[in-house]
């Protein structure tokens, strides 16, 4: 099974609100991704987890905030956003370190409008 | 630098014809290439992966890929178009870090089909 789940699907929120981003898999991987992904472009890479701790953070803005709870959940806070955050945002996982080339594998990804 | 070029951002085929979708890219060292398909408001679907050994790939529905090294290339194929192949196409290379591997994704092929 190489499935990665996200929850919301669509997300529609404030420039106030605090809301969050789920995503979970189960198939014992080791590293977890956030992607940001606008319209007609390529998935950006956020945030990497490796092993439960934060091992990339490309640049992102402190409104978001990501969290590894455990080695199958990984969210993303999401608190006074702004409207050009609207995007798809897309979880990866992949086996880990030292695998040597894995495979990323994506989840459905949740449409955030911000108001 | 790594970096992926696709070179075509939108290609129409009829149904039942021939495809290919391409893909350049640019690594220092032997690249892990991939193809991933995206349809509307969704994520990422793993077609086909190269990483080394036989340079003709087999993926998922009906999709190969044929690495040359000599061009740089990682060409995407398919014998015989179907209406539901109506998507948009990536090509990627991964590059191995601490946490296990970075993507770099071209900008996409939106492929049309024509009934």
């Known amino acids: 099974d190489t499935e990665v789940t996200q929850t919301p699907k669509h997300l529609v929120m404030g420039m106030t609100n605090k809301k969050s981003l789920k995503c979970e898999q189960h198939?014992?991987?080791?590293?977890m991704y956030w992607y940001k992904q606008k319209a007609k472009k390529p998935p950006e890479l956020m945030f990497v987890?490796?092993?439960?701790?934060?091992?990339i953070n490309e640049s992102v803005p402190s409104r978001f905030s990501p969290e590894c709870p455990n080695s199958s959940l990984l969210n993303l806070h999401l608190h006074a956003l702004q409207p050009e955050d609207s995007a798809l945002y897309l979880c990866?996982?992949?086996?880990?370190?030292?695998?040597?080339?894995?495979?990323?594998?994506f989840g459905p990804g949740t449409r955030l409008l911000v108001l | 630098a790594q970096s992926v070029t696709q070179p075509d951002i939108h290609i129409t085929v009829s149904e039942g014809a021939s495809l290919e979708l391409r893909c350049n890219y640019s690594?220092?060292?032997?690249?892990?290439l991939f193809w991933y398909v995206q349809s509307p408001g969704q994520g990422l679907q793993l077609l086909l992966k190269?990483?080394?050994?036989?340079?003709l790939v087999q993926g998922i529905k009906g999709f190969e890929a044929e690495f040359k090294r000599s061009q740089s290339s990682f060409n995407l194929r398919k014998p015989s178009v179907h209406w539901s192949d109506a998507a948009e196409y990536f090509c990627?290379?991964?590059?191995?870090?601490?946490?296990?591997?970075?993507?770099?994704f071209g900008a996409g092929t939106i492929l049309r089909v024509k009934s």
């Open positions: 190269y990483f080394s050994g036989d340079t």
């Open positions: 987890y490796s092993y439960e701790k934060l091992s």
């Open positions: 198939m014992g991987h080791r590293a």
């Open positions: 990627a290379v991964g590059r191995t870090m601490e946490y296990g591997n970075k993507l770099v």
């Open positions: 990866a996982s992949s086996q880990g370190p030292g695998q040597g080339g894995e495979t990323q594998y």
């Open positions: 690594y220092g060292a032997t690249p892990y």
